[in-house]
């Protein structure tokens, strides 16, 4: 319980985590509500989701489960590569990360535009016409995909951000707050998705 | 400052993606399955559980200051309330 | 005018940083700027809603229509709504007096994260003019009161989507506040203060913190959704659609009760600091206090449900709601002995701030009390959604939150600028505006019960005595605002320099001088003692 | 607050004066306590300070008494609640529609008023619809609201103990005329209540038998019809207790069409196959219409009969 006397700077590393977790217990409950909403219909419309989620394709899904799965290591990696002070190491790791994040949101494009092919959007004339569970159903899929591809960029422009940072020197063995936060970031999009994916895709 | 940094090695990170890989294979191959009603709660503790070793390892809560690993609990068991009683009205509606 | 050589430093007002002028407080990632930046908005917008009750009371001062038509006043108490509750008292003391004296009271020099502080008053001021514009932009004002009731808010042609927007913005503003102040508190503390030497402000700050941080991201998401059903007719909340209407109700509670005690616990930690100075007496029970903040804190997290007694949720829903209810004003009951108890045996100054602080525990129990008649499911049956209802919380909220406002700017205000204000003065404004307000507020009581509905442009005849009274009330109230205000505004500049410590205060923001230097310690203290502790050891 | 009007005034009127009796006591002795201490300790008088900083067994006083008081008081509000939710099972039903704004009394028979009249001392259970935003009914004389919401079916009941007008307004916020959502409730003598029926002319449309109903949102009626005419399927009219040819497989034979065989005809149509159609074209409706639905169905079979 001792004190940083000097003028709270982001040397509080303890404190910078401590704040990130903070932000991400906001997230969690950001689509703490969407969960909800998802819960309720659920229970109230449980056949029309089982029908509607046979239109999504698991194995997409299952895809892009593997590919955040790994790249949640390659973040985590690149922590150990900065750790043990090997800055290309890290690079790499992240750059893979990167890479894998873009295959993520290369699927998901294909996903939604299959969608979109076959007239399944948001106020389309086919989703109006399905039954009311399966409507909602794909209201809170492209709510819940939507908001998720959303943190996936966020994600990724910190993890591009420290890749900057690694190669200026900011960010160094004993100083990588920064970092640290962005994988922290990055694992919590991970695990939103670790809830989504059986919840959206598997449920059929 | 309690500055015990713990660093993880490679082979652990690569040993916890395997395992979250393998539940993963589970969780796919339980839907095949069609437990019926079960499929369901099957399906949400096999999430769970990867939640809980992402949470571990990755996010490094096992190393972390047990003020957080409190706080993340907390924060779990408050969003199952809350669901809990909002049922309380659909469950009796 | 400059007697600035009286200081042995130079304080926070005259230090020059990086920018200069203007730019130095738009700029400074100082946290009393800060708070003073918060302080004039938010008593901006506080002018600009308080003239929208005005109109409203106006109106209401006869039958039939006095001085507008019905969709004006349903904009206007919307607006007057949204502003009060997002912009003036979400943010309110937490934002002006927690920015201001939280890091001072723990013998911090600044918050955690200032920049992060910084970034949240734009990202307030961002929302707060979004809020505004929304009353005049393209479709009219939105006309859907504070609480976005849905199908309604769904379907209406006016700016629901700014106002959904500048809400969305303002709990972002509050998350990013609470987040900072959180980690303020537990890594900032001065050594030796250990959590239970820390003064009682910091620990309501504390317990409103979580609230804010784990309760805001619930109606962040929950506005979304009623942006994606007017935009993409996604519904879920729209029958039509196979939504729920009252599942919008739920998520909208499950923030904006605990919301509630966002208003009213740094109110209560604010005069917590008042109680023990002007009695020259250590706060009693300091434990009990501490535990039933976090109580509050905690309990009042499951009482939503009872904002939805008639909206047909299930029994066993309405009879767990009600009882916790009932459950979660136990500790306020707590807070309100231990106060009383204070001031017993103390050698009571009573200063305007004392004024001020003990009719927040009057205007206090009364809202409360009409809390509990709410709480109770058969009396919630009838009052729900009459003007009882508006009544209790201008009771407990302009009453309680309001008062500890005032309370507190005159309690610190010689510590912010190191001037006094003319207390005979602040005496009568205060005299004023408590009658005013008891006049304007009292009544709505009585025809609440007597069954007259809220957001009602007009009424039955009945109802007339009550409405009349009501706006005389409004009028008085505005009197007495206005000469604490000018009051507060005039002598800025003109009062007397205050010392240090003019009230013999105990905590650390009256150990340092008035107004602080830029960063309030020159050397952080070492805490030995508990907070409130004032036998002169030496 | 007093006069109350309905059977379950008395319950929260309890509620209200027992609360209401704690909360004067409190405020008022607690406001002269404070009063009392500004003026025994003002600083004048008392120079210095006792300095003490807490006592347990008093935090526990006022934290038991409290406890106990408002668990009195969350009884009391439960106990004058509960008979709300308790709609006697005779009670006469009036389907109350809120809009846009106005309220509408369905008296059945496509009977509507605009104004709630009701027999004194009969319970009463309105069925509340809206058809389009929240609205709320609140009777204040009769100390009942409930919400109406779209979608949801919502009700509440009351038995009027007095003749005479009382008020009934909207209290869920509903958009520009929300204030000029009121109407009155008539409570009049039962023959003065009959008389009135009576006389009330039939504006609406009236509504489809619940039989009927079930058969329009099935479908059925592309292939059935109601008047004898002959479609893709036989008729409905006098089919039921009428003696009916059958094919089971390739066998013939006459079957009494009770309430089994239409049942049966439901869910097993190519089992036995009336004389003259052909298999296959009805599919079996097992799993979109239940067996209560079924009963519905006979119960408007059976008006179809005669003539
Ligand atoms: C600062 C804000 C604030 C606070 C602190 C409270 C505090 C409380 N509120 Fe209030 N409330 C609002 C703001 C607030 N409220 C608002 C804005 C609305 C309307 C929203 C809308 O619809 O627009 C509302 C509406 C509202 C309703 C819904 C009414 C309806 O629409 O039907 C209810 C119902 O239960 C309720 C109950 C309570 C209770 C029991 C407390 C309790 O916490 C009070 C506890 C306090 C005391 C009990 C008094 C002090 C104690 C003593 C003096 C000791 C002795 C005590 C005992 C013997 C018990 N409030
Ligand atoms: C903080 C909360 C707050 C405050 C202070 C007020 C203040 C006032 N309100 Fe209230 N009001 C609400 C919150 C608040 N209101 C809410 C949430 C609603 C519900 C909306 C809805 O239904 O959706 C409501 C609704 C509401 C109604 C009901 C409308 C209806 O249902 O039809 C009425 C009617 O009388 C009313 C009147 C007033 C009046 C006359 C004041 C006056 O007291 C104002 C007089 C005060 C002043 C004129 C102050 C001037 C201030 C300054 C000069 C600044 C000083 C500032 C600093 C030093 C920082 N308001
Ligand atoms: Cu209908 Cu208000
Ligand atoms: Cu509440």
Not at chain 3, 161 to 186: C, D, Q, R, W, Y
Not at chain 4, 148 to 162: R, S
Not at chain 4, 273 to 300: D, H, W
């Amino acid at each position: 319980m001792t004190q940083t006397a000097n003028h709270a700077h982001p040397t509080d590393n303890e404190g910078g985590k401590m704040g990130m977790w903070i932000f991400l217990f906001t997230e969690l409950f950001l689509f703490g509500g969407l969960f909800l909403v998802y819960a309720v219909f659920r229970a109230k419309y449980s056949d029309d989701f089982h029908k509607a989620a046979y239109e999504l394709d698991a194995l997409i899904g299952t895809l892009n489960t593997v590919i955040l799965l790994v790249s949640s290591m390659t973040v985590a990696m690149s922590i150990t590569a900065i750790q043990k002070g090997s800055k290309k190491l890290a690079i790499k790791l992240l750059l893979t990360t990167i890479f894998l994040a873009i295959v993520f949101m290369v699927n998901k494009y294909f996903e939604w535009h299959h969608k979109f092919d076959i007239k399944v959007y948001p106020g389309s004339e086919v989703l109006q016409n399905l039954e009311r569970g399966e409507l909602l159903f794909f209201g809170l899929y492209y709510m819940m995909t939507g908001l998720h591809a959303l943190h996936v960029i966020i994600g990724m422009i910190l993890l591009v951000i420290c890749i900057f940072k690694i190669k200026s020197g900011h960010i160094i063995s004993n100083r990588y707050l920064l970092l640290e936060n962005s994988g922290l970031y990055w694992h919590l999009v991970d695990l939103i998705w670790i809830f989504l994916f059986p919840l959206l895709y598997l449920l059929t | 400052m309690e500055n015990k940094t713990h660093i993880s090695s490679y082979e652990s990170h690569g040993r916890v993606l395997i395992s979250l890989l393998l539940l993963t294979m589970l969780s796919v191959l339980v839907t095949w399955m069609e437990f019926g009603v079960f499929t369901i709660a099957v399906a949400l503790t096999v999430a769970s559980v990867k939640a809980f070793i992402v949470l571990t390892w990755f996010m490094h809560l096992k190393f972390e200051s047990n003020f957080i690993r409190w706080m993340v609990a907390g924060v779990f068991v408050l969003f199952t309330l809350v669901l809990i009683i909002t049922f309380i009205d659909y469950f009796f509606r | 005018m400059s007697k600035n050589e009286k200081y042995s430093h130079e304080s926070y007002l005259e230090y020059q940083g990086k920018y200069k002028g203007i730019w130095g407080w738009l700029f400074s990632t100082d946290h009393k700027r800060i708070g003073l930046l918060y302080l004039y908005s938010i008593a901006f917008f506080f002018v600009v809603a308080a003239i929208l009750g005005l109109l409203i009371r106006i109106e209401l001062i006869a039958p039939g229509p006095t001085i507008m038509d019905a969709q004006t006043y349903n904009g206007l108490f919307t607006v007057h709504g949204i502003i009060m509750i997002f912009i003036v008292v979400i943010p309110g003391l937490g934002a002006v007096f927690g920015n201001f004296f939280l890091p001072i009271m723990i013998g911090a020099k600044d918050v955690a994260f200032p920049r992060l502080n910084l970034l949240s008053w734009y990202i307030f001021i961002l929302g707060a003019i979004l809020a505004v514009a929304s009353q005049f932009a393209g479709g009219g004002a939105p006309d859907t009161g504070w609480t976005f009731y849905v199908p309604y808010s769904s379907t209406s042609s006016t700016n629901v989507i700014f106002a959904l927007t500048a809400a969305f913005i303002l709990g972002f503003s509050s998350i990013l506040t609470g987040i900072n102040f959180i980690v303020t508190i537990h890594r900032l503390r001065a050594p030796g203060m250990g959590w239970f030497k820390m003064p009682l402000f910091p620990w309501s700050l504390y317990a409103t913190a979580w609230i804010q941080v784990l309760a805001t991201p619930i109606v962040g998401i929950t506005l979304l959704m009623v942006i994606a059903e007017r935009v993409l007719q996604i519904g879920f909340f729209d029958p039509a659609l196979g939504g729920d209407p009252l599942l919008f109700q739920h998520l909208f509670w499950i923030y904006s009760h605990p919301a509630v005690y966002i208003m009213i616990l740094p109110a209560m930690g604010v005069v917590t600091e008042i109680f023990p100075t002007f009695s020259q007496k250590p706060v009693f029970g300091y434990g009990a206090i501490v535990i039933s903040s976090i109580a509050i804190a905690a309990v009042g997290y499951f009482v939503w449900g009872h904002h939805m007694f008639t909206t047909g949720i299930s029994y066993w829903s309405r009879w767990f709601f009600s009882f916790l209810t009932f459950i979660v004003a136990i500790p306020s009951a707590i807070k309100v002995f231990n106060w009383i108890s204070t001031m017993y045996g103390g050698s009571i100054d009573l200063k305007t701030p004392l004024l001020y602080a003990i009719s927040f525990i009057f205007l206090f129990m009364i809202g409360g009390f009409t809390g509990l008649t709410l709480g109770a499911l058969a009396t919630n049956v009838h009052l729900h959604d009459t003007s009882f209802v508006v009544a209790h919380f201008h009771y407990i909220i302009f009453g309680g939150m309001g008062f500890a406002f005032f309370a507190g700017i005159h309690y610190w205000y010689p510590k912010m600028y190191g001037r006094m204000y003319n207390i005979k003065l602040a005496n009568i404004a205060w005299g004023v505006l408590f009658t005013g307000f008891n006049v304007l507020y009292f009544p709505l009581f009585i025809i609440g019960i007597q069954g007259m509905p809220r957001r009602y442009f007009d009424y039955l005849e009945q109802f007339h005595t009550g409405h009349f009274i009501s706006t005389i009330g409004a009028i008085i109230l505005i009197i007495g605002i206005f000469m604490m205000l000018f009051n507060l505004i005039y002598y800025r500049h003109r009062g007397a320099v205050a010392p240090s410590n003019p009230w013999k205060g105990v905590t650390l923001e009256w150990q340092i001088e008035s107004p602080p230097t830029h960063e309030n310690f020159e050397e952080i203290p070492e805490i030995k003692t508990p907070p409130y502790l004032f036998k002169k050891e030496s | 607050m007093f006069g109350g009007a309905s059977n379950l005034a008395e319950g929260v009127d309890k509620a209200f004066v027992f609360i209401f009796t704690i909360s004067f006591i409190f405020i008022i002795g607690l406001t002269l306590l404070m009063i009392y201490i500004l003026i025994r300790y003002r600083r004048s008088k008392v120079k210095e300070a006792m300095q003490f900083s807490g006592s347990i067994k008093l935090e526990i006083l006022w934290t038991i008494i409290p406890l106990i008081l408002v668990l009195f008081m969350f009884y009391y509000g439960w106990v004058g609640f509960a008979p709300m939710r308790e709609v006697p099972d005779d009670a006469m039903r009036i389907r109350t529609i809120g809009r846009m704004w106005e309220w509408e009394f369905d008296y059945g028979q496509g009977k509507l008023s605009k104004v709630l009249v009701i027999p004194v001392n009969k319970p009463i259970r309105l069925d509340l619809v809206s058809e389009d935003v929240n609205h709320s009914l609140f009777i204040p004389a009769f100390r009942v609201k409930e919400d109406v919401v779209p979608g949801y079916d919502n009700w509440l009941w009351f038995t009027p103990l007095y003749t005479g007008e009382y008020e009934i307004m909207c209290t869920e916020y509903c958009g520009l005329l929300h204030y000029d959502m009121v109407t009155r409730a008539r409570v009049v003598e039962q023959d003065e209540f009959e008389e009135w029926l009576e006389n009330l002319e039939a504006t609406g449309l009236v509504p489809d038998h619940p039989g009927l109903a079930v058969l329009k949102k099935n479908g059925c009626m592309a292939c059935h019809s109601l008047d004898g005419a002959k479609l893709v399927g036989p008729t409905f009219k006098n089919l039921y207790n009428s003696q009916k040819t059958v094919l089971v497989g390739r066998e013939e034979s006459v079957i009494l069409a009770d309430d089994d065989y239409i049942k049966r005809a439901i869910y097993q149509p190519n089992d036995e196959i009336v004389k003259g159609y052909s298999r296959g074209l009805m599919n079996s409706y097992e799993k979109l219409i239940t067996p209560a639905e079924i009963q519905l169905i006979i119960e408007y079979l059976k008006t179809l009969n005669g003539e």
